[in-house]
C-alpha cells in the first residue's frame, strides 16, 4: 500500500520570500504524485502532477515540484509567494497501473502574511 | 461548466436522523469517489465508484452506503447520523487512468 507524510503541518512565510513545502512518499510500486491546493471554504483543486518523464514538474500559480525516486520524495516550491497562495496543500499518491485509489497526505496549511 | 456539484452545502442532523448527500458529474467520469475531511487527517476515502451501478468500501466505510444507479450520479447515504459523521465531505470524479480528480465544493455536515 502506498502512504504520505506531509511533515509540516503549518508553514508560515513572509510575502515574497520562498517556500518548500514537503511531502514523502513509501511505495515499492512505483507511483503517480500529485499536489493539490485547497482555499478558504473550496474543494481541491489540482497544483500539478507528476507522471513520468522530467522530475521537475511545473504547474498552476508559479509552484513546481520535483520527483526524487532515491529519497521518495516530491516537495513543492514557489520562488516568491503572495498573499493569495495561503491555502492548504495536499500531497497524493497513486499506483500508476490499474485502478488505484489516490491516498492523501494530512495537509501543510501555508500562511502568507504582509 | 458545472463540473462537479455537490449538495447540500450545508446541514444539520440530530442524531439518528437519516440523509442523503447528492454528487453530480457533468463530465462522463467512470469514477467517483466520496471523501471525508477532518481537522489534521487529511482526507480519507469512504466509497468508490469505478463505473454505474459498482461500488466499493474505502478506508472509512461504516456507517455509510452508496448508490450509482447513474453514471452521473454518486449519492452518499447516513441511516442513523452520529456525531462522529460530523465533518465535511468532498465528492471527486476521474476520468482515465492519468486523470487528475475534480472535487465538488464539499458538504458540511454537523450532527448534534
Known amino acids: 500500500a502506498q502512504s504520505v507524510t506531509q511533515l509540516d503541518s503549518q508553514v508560515p512565510v513572509f510575502e515574497e520570500a520562498p517556500v518548500e513545502l514537503r511531502c514523502n512518499y513509501s511505495?515499492?510500486?512505483?507511483?503517480?504524485l500529485f499536489w493539490y491546493v485547497q482555499y478558504p471554504n473550496q474543494g481541491l483543486q489540482l497544483l500539478l502532477k507528476y507522471l513520468s518523464g522530467s522530475t521537475l514538474v511545473k504547474g498552476i500559480n508559479g509552484f513546481e515540484a520535483e520527483f526524487n525516486k532515491s529519497q521518495t520524495s516530491f516537495h513543492l516550491r514557489k520562488p516568491s509567494v503572495h498573499i493569495s497562495d495561503t491555502a492548504e496543500y495536499f500531497c497524493?499518491?497513486?499506483?500508476?497501473?490499474?485502478?488505484?485509489?489516490?491516498?492523501f497526505g494530512t495537509g501543510t496549511r501555508l500562511l502568507v502574511s504582509p | 461548466n458545472a463540473g462537479v456539484t455537490q449538495t447540500p452545502k450545508f446541514r444539520v442532523l440530530k442524531t439518528g436522523q437519516s440523509m442523503t448527500l447528492l454528487c453530480a458529474q457533468d463530465m462522463n467520469h467512470e469514477y467517483m469517489y466520496w471523501y471525508r475531511q477532518d481537522p489534521g487527517m487529511g482526507l480519507r476515502l469512504i466509497h468508490y465508484?469505478?463505473?454505474?451501478?459498482?461500488?466499493a468500501k474505502g478506508e472509512v466505510p461504516d456507517g455509510y452506503n452508496v448508490s450509482r444507479l447513474k453514471k452521473q450520479n454518486f449519492l452518499l447515504g447516513l441511516e442513523s447520523a452520529a456525531p462522529s459523521q460530523t465533518s465535511v465531505y468532498f465528492c471527486a470524479s476521474r476520468g482515465g487512468n492519468t486523470g487528475e480528480l475534480f472535487f465538488g465544493e464539499g458538504s458540511r455536515l454537523t450532527v448534534l
Open positions: 465508484s469505478v463505473g454505474e451501478g459498482t461500488t
Open positions: 511505495s515499492s510500486v512505483s507511483v503517480y
Open positions: 497524493a499518491v497513486r499506483r500508476n497501473t490499474g485502478f488505484q485509489k489516490l491516498v
